[in-house]
T-cell receptor, first 110, second 112 residues
Framework: GQQVMQIPQYQHVQEGEDFTTYCNSS?????IQWYKQRPGGHPVFLIQ?????EVKKQKRLTFQFGEAKKNSSLHITATQTTDVGTYFC??????????FGTGTRLTVIP | DADVTQTPRNRITKTGKRIMLECSQT?????MYWYRQDPGLGLRLIYY???????NKGEISDGYSVSRQAQAKFSLSLESAIPNQTALYFC???????????FGPGTRLTVL
């Protein structure tokens, strides 16, 4: 079955350092989405990538979709304490439902 | 998202009890989902519904059942709760036109 692996599971960074989380799928994806879940909160949609090799930016966040549409990454430049939370990727393969990755929990040390 | 509500927000129950978690949405979306979240396992799909008369099993449906009473309401039942069903449960909705899912605030369920 479809699997979406996400690494690392946890990441602690000093405020101002960069952060990257990686998502890898066992199957080719139609699209990939990224969600953020603040501590005690619920997942909130950040962005969707559809095209092979696509790169999108949201302020300090950069999202990439791999050329083979099997992997993706989220990079945060100069982390801030407001970036804390768990980041999930979620991929769709064909007409199937979204399959969520295991998430990366980011802690930012002031 | 305030447009998707879940009740109760927290529940502690005992093994063997029947529990119902409810989800309501005012977004007018046709598609609704139930997920459970466990540490290190991410979000796993329990059941989903594309319309009032449409119910589909997800990745981990054993031990759960659902009811889509109206387009705006989707309930999850645990017929006989067991401790390994202790988890955070999320309802989500989306419209058929996009893939973006909107999550409710979650229900934290503890089965003793």
């Amino acid at each position: 079955g479809q699997q979406v692996m996400q690494i690392p599971q946890y990441q602690h960074v000093q405020e101002g350092e960069d952060f990257t989380t990686y998502c890898n799928s066992s199957t080719t994806l139609s699209n990939i989405q990224w969600y953020k879940q603040r501590p005690g909160g619920h997942p909130v949609f950040l962005i969707q990538l559809v095209k092979s090799g696509e790169v999108k930016k949201q302020k300090r966040l950069t999202f990439q979709f791999g050329e083979a549409k099997k992997n993706s990454s989220l990079h945060i430049t100069a982390t801030q304490t407001t970036d804390v939370g768990t980041y999930f990727c979620a991929g769709r393969a064909g007409a199937n439902n979204l399959f969520f990755g295991t998430g990366t929990r980011l802690t930012v040390i002031p | 998202d305030a447009d998707v509500t879940q009740t109760p927000r927290n529940r502690i129950t005992k093994t063997g009890k029947r529990i119902m978690l409810e989800c309501s949405q005012t977004k007018g979306h046709d598609r609704m989902y139930w997920y459970r979240q466990d540490p290190g396992l991410g979000l796993r799909l329990i059941y989903y519904s594309f319309d009032v008369k449409d119910i589909n099993k997800g990745e981990i449906s054993d031990g759960y059942s659902v009811s889509r009473q109206a387009q705006a309401k989707f309930s999850l039942s645990l017929e006989s709760a067991i401790p390994n069903q202790t988890a955070l449960y999320f309802c989500a909705t989306r419209t058929s036109g996009t893939d973006t899912q909107y999550f409710g605030p979650g229900t934290r369920l503890t089965v003793l």
